[in-house]
């Protein structure tokens, strides 16, 4: 399958926790994007790289949330000394470059306790 | 103001019958383009049609058509035949030129239509 790929599909954690997620987005796209999408919302922009620069990130992406994109490859999404509000699906999607459609991978389901 | 207006919450439809699902938007860029995507219960995004503002005819998409109308500022999304495999959750999407080189969407709160066989 050469979707997008997210890991890991569900996290359960307790409040204060870090948490890191990955995803690997279509081969050879430069585009990749980060949205959260919570019960009952449509996705919200997070962040989004091309390549390996971090070109954007949304005010919803407070300092203890961080990204990265270290090789232009697969990104990881870090949130540090989680909170319930984290709770959310956290969903990633690539381009292949501009003016092209963002295909989204499964997401990964965030729970904090 | 809201960019991606869906007015409606849920809808039942009877199998093998069309539906056309509202989308309205509100952008001052003249260049833009809209997405509908559908997610099922899994949560996964899937891309199903796009319309770009300059396009002169609506999309098409095997089942898929959007119904565009620039001067309402409306991008409806209609399902011919729906199957039961429709039942999910729609969102409809805008991607504006004017973000500078950031092609983030904007999305709307979604529709989740059922099918009743």
């Known amino acids: 399958d050469t979707g997008v790929s997210q890991d890991p599909r569900h996290k359960i954690t307790k409040r204060g926790q870090n948490v890191t997620f990955r995803c690997d987005p279509i081969?050879?796209?430069?585009?990749l994007y980060w949205y959260r999408q919570t019960l009952g919302q449509g996705p919200e922009f997070l962040t989004y790289f091309q390549n390996e620069a971090q070109l954007e990130k949304s005010r919803l992406l407070s300092d203890r949330f961080s990204a990265e994109r270290p090789k232009g490859s697969f990104s990881t999404l870090e949130i540090q000394r989680t909170e319930q509000g984290d709770s959310a699906m956290y969903l990633c999607a690539s381009s292949l470059g501009l003016e092209e459609t963002q295909y989204f991978g499964p997401g990964t389901r965030l729970l904090v306790l | 103001a809201q960019k991606i207006t869906q007015t409606q919450p849920g809808m039942f439809v009877q199998e093998k019958e069309a539906v056309t699902l509202d989308c309205t938007y509100d952008t001052s860029d003249p260049s833009y383009g809209l997405f509908w995507y559908k997610q099922p219960s899994s949560g996964e995004m899937i891309f199903l049609i796009y319309?770009?503002?300059?396009?002169?005819q609506n999309a098409t998409e095997g089942r898929y058509s959007l119904n565009f109308q620039k001067a309402r500022k409306s991008a409806n999304l209609v399902i011919s035949a729906s199957q039961l495999g429709d039942s999910a959750m729609y969102f409809c999407a805008m991607r504006e030129r004017a973000n500078f080189g950031n092609e983030k969407l904007t999305f709307g709160t979604g529709t989740r239509l059922t099918i009743i066989p």
């Open positions: 081969s050879e796209h430069n585009r």
């Open positions: 319309q770009g503002s300059y396009d002169q």
